[in-house]
C-alpha cells in the first residue's frame, strides 16, 4: 500500500525557518517523481514544487523561488522541503503528492502538515 | 502560466440529481486535465485523469469529458457521500495548476 507520511510543521516566526519531510513507503521512491502542493486556510490547493526521479530536474512556483528548496534522499525514501525566510501567508497545510508515472498528476497524497507562521 | 478557472464555485443539489462542474483553461491543454474530490480536513483524492479515464476504485458515477481548453465533471446520480470540494488541474506541464474549487452541497 502507498503511503506517502509528511512531518516537520509546526509555528514559526515571520523571517524564520522550516524543513517539512515526507516518509514514502508502499512504492519504488526512486522511481517517481514527487511534488509539493500547499492550501492555506480555506483556500484552494497551490502547487510549489517539483523533482525529478533524481534532484537534477527541479522547478518552482513563482510563490516560493528563491526561499523554499526541494530535496530527496533516496536511499531514505525520503522527501524534503526547506523553507526560508517564512512570511504569513506561506500558512498552510502542506502535502507532498506523487507523480503518476510519466504524466504529471498526483495518484497519491500524504494526509498534510500545518505550517502555520505568526508571531 | 496556464490559468484554469473552475464554474460554478458552489453549487446545492440534491440526491439523484445530475451534477456538472465546468473547468476552462486558458490555453489548450489537449486532455491534460485530472479531477480530484476533497473532504474537509483531508488530503484530495484522484477521480479522473487524462479528461475522462476513471481512475481505479472510483464509482461509475464520476465521469469527465473535454479536450482543449474546456472540461468537464460529472456526477450521473448524485449521493450523499459526494459532498466535498471538487478541483481540476491541468498537467501540460510539469507547472502545474489547479482551479479555485467548486463546493458541493447536498440539499
Known amino acids: 500500500e502507498v503511503q506517502l507520511v509528511e512531518s516537520g510543521g509546526g509555528l514559526v516566526q515571520p523571517g524564520g525557518s522550516l524543513r517539512l519531510s515526507c516518509a514514502a513507503s508502499?512504492?519504488?521512491?526512486?522511481?517517481?517523481?514527487m511534488n509539493w502542493v500547499r492550501q492555506a486556510p480555506g483556500k484552494g490547493l497551490e502547487w510549489l514544487s517539483y523533482?525529478?526521479?533524481?534532484?537534477?530536474?527541479?522547478y518552482y512556483a513563482d510563490s516560493v523561488k528563491g526561499r523554499f528548496t526541494i530535496s530527496r534522499d533516496n536511499a531514505k525514501n525520503s522527501l524534503y522541503l526547506h523553507m526560508n525566510s517564512l512570511r504569513a501567508e506561506d500558512t498552510a497545510v502542506y502535502y507532498c503528492?506523487?507523480?503518476?508515472?510519466?504524466?504529471?498528476?498526483?495518484?497519491?497524497w500524504g494526509q498534510g502538515t500545518l505550517v502555520t507562521v505568526s508571531s | 502560466d496556464i490559468q484554469m478557472t473552475q464554474s460554478p464555485s458552489t453549487l446545492s443539489a440534491s440526491v439523484g440529481d445530475r451534477v456538472t462542474i465546468t473547468c476552462r483553461a486558458s490555453?489548450?491543454?489537449?486532455?491534460?486535465l485530472a479531477w480530484y474530490q476533497q473532504k474537509p480536513g483531508k488530503a484530495p483524492k484522484l477521480l479522473i485523469y487524462?479528461?475522462?479515464s476513471l481512475e481505479s476504485g472510483v464509482p461509475s458515477r464520476f465521469s469527465g469529458s473535454g479536450s482543449g481548453t474546456e472540461f468537464t465533471l460529472t456526477i450521473s446520480s448524485l449521493q450523499p457521500d459526494d459532498s466535498a470540494t471538487y478541483y481540476c488541474?491541468?498537467?501540460?506541464?510539469?507547472?502545474?495548476?489547479f482551479g479555485q474549487g467548486t463546493k458541493l452541497e447536498i440539499k
Open positions: 503528492a506523487k507523480v503518476n508515472s510519466g504524466y504529471y498528476y498526483f495518484d497519491y
Open positions: 508502499g512504492f519504488t521512491f526512486s522511481s517517481y517523481e
Open positions: 523533482i525529478g526521479r533524481s534532484d537534477i530536474t527541479i
Open positions: 490555453q489548450s491543454i489537449s486532455s491534460w
Open positions: 487524462k479528461a475522462s
Open positions: 488541474q491541468q498537467y501540460n506541464s510539469i507547472q502545474v495548476s
